[in-house]
C-alpha cells in the first residue's frame, strides 16, 4: 500500500504554493518599493520645473485669454 495522504494538507500546500508564484509574479511586475516611487515622482517634479524655467515666454492662462464683456 502506499502512504497515507491527508488531502486537506496537500490541498492548503497546492493553494499557498500557487499564492505565492502569484505573488512573486505580481511583484516582478507591478513591485516598486515606496521609496522608489516618491524619488521618481520628485525626479519628475523637478524636471518640469527646469523645462518651465527654461521657457522664453511664461505660458498664458487660460483665464486671461477670455474678454472681461
Same mark, same amino acid.
Given at each position: 500500500?502506499?502512504?497515507?495522504?491527508?488531502?486537506?494538507? +496537500?490541498?492548503?500546500?497546492?493553494?499557498?504554493?500557487?499564492?505565492?508564484?502569484?505573488?512573486?509574479?505580481?511583484?516582478? *511586475? +507591478?513591485?516598486?518599493?515606496?521609496?522608489?516611487?516618491?524619488?521618481?515622482?520628485?525626479?519628475?517634479?523637478?524636471?518640469?520645473?527646469?523645462?518651465?524655467? *527654461?521657457?522664453?515666454?511664461?505660458?498664458?492662462?487660460?483665464?486671461?485669454? *477670455?474678454?472681461?464683456?
Amino acid at each position: 500500500m502506499g502512504d497515507v495522504i491527508n488531502l486537506n494538507q +496537500y490541498r492548503k500546500q497546492r493553494e499557498r504554493s500557487e499564492r505565492q508564484k502569484q505573488s512573486a509574479e505580481n511583484r516582478t *511586475k +507591478y513591485g516598486r518599493r515606496k521609496s522608489d516611487r516618491v524619488r521618481n515622482d520628485q525626479d519628475q517634479q523637478k524636471r518640469s520645473r527646469e523645462l518651465d524655467n *527654461k521657457l522664453l515666454m511664461p505660458p498664458v492662462d487660460q483665464d486671461d485669454t *477670455k474678454d472681461p464683456a
